[in-house]
């Protein structure tokens, strides 16, 4: 032990400073990483839980599926109105 309280005490205070900022950057860069990867495991697995998903879908996305078979015979068209470009008004 005191082998290593010489030789911090043979270092210039800056080197040594510049050697503690490098360990904390590096400390905290490997938990901020290992924190971020937990916290999208538990936050997937949660929504799941919470929400379940009918047909793929969570209840505040839009269910975009159009396929033939959704739609009902009764279904009608919406009249597609090109009132030109949008572009330009005020």
């Given at each position: ?7 911090l ?24 990483r ?9 936050s ?47």
């Open positions: 032990m005191g082998q290593w309280i010489e030789r005490q043979q270092l210039p205070y800056k080197r040594l400073l510049l050697l503690l900022v490098l360990f904390l950057m590096a400390l905290r860069y490997f938990r901020y290992k924190d971020k990867q937990a916290s999208e495991d538990i997937d697995n949660d929504l799941k839980d919470k929400y379940g998903q009918e047909d793929g879908v969570f209840p505040w996305e839009a269910n975009n599926d159009d396929n033939p078979k959704k739609i009902p015979p009764s279904a009608k068209r919406k009249p597609i109105i090109h009132d030109g470009p949008k572009r330009g008004k005020w």
